[in-house]
């Protein structure tokens, strides 16, 4: 694809539900990232992947928290049983090679989580 | 303290005048600045990108870094209300971690 996307755009749950959030890098990139947008802040760093291993996940908020991209390229966000403070933007971005030496990251349009 | 500090805004400046974003960042260790655009509820799009100090200009957009200082600044020229949308500064060592600003919100009244 041209891009970075993500699915779903938006999703709501409940208190306690399990949710799965879904990312496509950009076709052969190599690199691939997940942050966290809340409300009126800038994107924070939760995870990074280099193909299917993932390398770095100390930004993860907590161990509810887990990331997997199997074949090194779609990449899911799981968290489970949802808290309120888990309401926010979730940004995934890729990069061609390593992503090392500040290499350009692209970001898809995101998925607005709500947790009532 | 954040690693990278931003003015939250709001600005708001009439169409045509000229805008200054501004970050200042504590790590000295920072190789690598960039400017993102993100407008509302889309993700962040790459604007400028700038290795070390120095100016770097495309269009209406010029980047500026001054390592001494530890400040970013981006200018816009000549804005449009088309430019009305959230800046991002982020910063990032050698390596692949992004840090960012908390954004500036800039309103380009026509």
């Known amino acids: 694809g041209a891009g970075v996307s993500q699915s779903p755009r938006y999703k709501v749950a409940k208190r306690g539900q399990d949710v799965a959030l879904r990312c496509d890098p950009i076709s052969g990139h190599v690199s691939l990232f997940w942050y966290q947008q809340a409300l009126g802040q800038g994107p924070e760093f939760l995870t990074y992947?280099?193909?299917?291993?993932?390398?770095?996940k100390s930004g993860l908020p907590s161990d509810r928290f887990f990331a997997e991209r199997p074949e090194g390229s779609v990449s899911t966000l799981k968290i489970q049983r949802t808290q309120q403070e888990d309401s926010a933007v979730y940004l995934c971005?890729?990069?061609?090679?390593?992503?090392?030496?500040?290499?350009?990251?692209?970001f898809g349009p995101g998925t607005r989580l709500l947790v009532l | 303290q954040k690693e990278v500090e931003q003015d939250p805004g709001p600005l708001s400046v009439p169409e045509g005048a000229i805008v200054s974003l501004n970050c200042t960042y504590s790590?000295?260790?920072?190789?690598?600045f960039m400017w993102y655009r993100q407008y509302s509820r889309k993700g962040p799009e790459l604007l400028m990108y700038t290795y070390s100090s120095g100016n770097k200009e495309d269009g209406r957009f010029t980047a500026q870094v001054d390592k001494s200082s530890k400040y970013i600044s981006l200018f816009i020229r000549d804005s449009q209300p088309s430019d009305s949308a959230t800046y991002l500064c982020a910063s990032v060592t050698g390596t692949y971690k992004y840090i960012f600003g908390t954004g500036t919100r800039l309103k380009v009244l026509a």
């Open positions: 971005a890729s990069s061609a090679t390593s992503g090392s030496r500040g290499e350009t990251q692209y």
């Open positions: 790590n000295s260790a920072f190789q690598y």
């Open positions: 992947f280099q193909n299917e291993a993932q390398l770095d």
